[in-house]
């Protein structure tokens, strides 16, 4: 490994000790990919870090777990005095820690053998559990008894779903099975770490695959998705049923408001199902999918910013835009926003995606044909927002207006510029404005 110099500082500064960088750093750097952080275990103690870093800014959130940060040239690293759990009491924490003198009983608490590795520059690679010969062949094993490693914490199951996601493994069978038999024990995970595994999941590059394979233990943490699994579609339009649809919708997406939207997209589908003549129908699934997006992003308390976006993403997800002029585009961009715009439309393209390929291809020139109207839009600086307007609320106010109709009638004067009706002129608007005055009364249509 070749490590940066502020590492390089942390293993001297801790050389009268037994110190080795440890876990995720370590698979990454095997694995070719960029670390972001490193972490340390060592055989000193607590207060011996303390005095070892006397000089620096120390963190001490930690320290009763074994863990102090050394904060140098503004980056923070973690260093942990080795240690082994105590009883797990609630399948998630452990009871106590004790600190050891030995790296093998470190590592013997850790979740996979991936993650179970210890380096140090002057004695190589610490891997105890063949955890570099598992990383060559893509596979994740949890370290000894796997029933027993998702007991002692069940967040480990969801972190071997996000692994499988972002890393490509494939799960060990014996180590897949106590995860199928521990799921249930995913309630006694927070939240907030459900939706942190669940982001860190969906962006993987493998997502389509890891979704698909590990489907149950997603819906432990998602019970609201189960219905999806296996239900068919009974449309021309579709090849995959609703789950196998949304996982393949969701791997097409970009960012991760629109990978959350597309997950979710769907959801709604098997509680409207209706059937004419065999042919599958999902009247308003838009509407329901929209409500289920929103109680599950509250109930795993994501940011408002997030639920808001994404409930809007799958409530207009079915927005057509076959056919759209400028006009439309225009009202769409009034109405969301640019960046909520230029997102929906990437919803549409992983929807489309994953419909059957003659369904697809169709559905895509209408996106490119939307987005080709919005480049034009955008280029043409065309006025779709209140702000683009060429007169304001100081404007109306000193042509006589007052209170509500201020903003009425902006709304009003910007329907008009957009539909190609007036200029967005100043001239013009005021003008406008001067001659309808008596008009402005009461709500304007």
Known sequence: ??????????????GAYETYLVGGCVRDALRGEEVHDYDFCTSAKPDELLR???????????LQHGTVGVVREGKKYEITTFRSDGKYEDNRHP??????????????????????????PSCGYIDPYGGREDLKKGILRAVGD???????????ILRGVRFA?????????????????QRGLIAHVSSERKYTELCGFLMGKHVTEAGLTHAQIIFAALPALAPMYRFEQHSKYHVYDV????????GAGNQLPVRLALLFHDSGKPACYTSENGVGHFYGHAKISAKIARETLTDLKADKATADRVESLVALHDHPVDGADEKRVKRLLSKIGKE????????????????????????????EGCLSLYRTIKEQEQCFTLKQLAVNGNDLLAL????????LVLRKLLSLVMEGNLKNERGELCDFVRKNKENFEGNID
Not at 354 to 359: E, L
């Open 165 to 181: 996601s972002v890393c490509g493994f494939s799960v060990e069978k014996n180590t897949e099975a106590a995860m199928l038999r």
């Open 95 to 120: 009871e106590s820690v004790s600190f050891t003198s030995s790296i093998a009983q470190d590592l013997a608490r850790r979740d996979f053998t991936v993650n179970a590795m210890a380096y140090h």
């Open 146 to 156: 796997p029933d027993l490693r998702f007991r002692e914490d069940a967040l480990r």
């Open 1 to 14: 490994m070749i490590l940066p110099e502020g590492v390089l500082w942390i293993l001297n500064r801790l």
């Open 243 to 250: 789950w196998e649809h949304t996982m393949r919708a969701v």
């Open 52 to 62: 070892v870093f006397s000089d620096c800014r120390t963190l001490t959130v930690g």
């Open 340 to 367: 909520a715009f230029l997102q929906l439309l990437e919803v549409k393209r992983g929807d489309a995606i994953a419909h059957a390929p003659f369904a697809c291809e169709g559905r895509l020139r209408e996106i």
């Open 400 to 407: 006589g207006l007052r209170g509500r109709q201020v903003g």
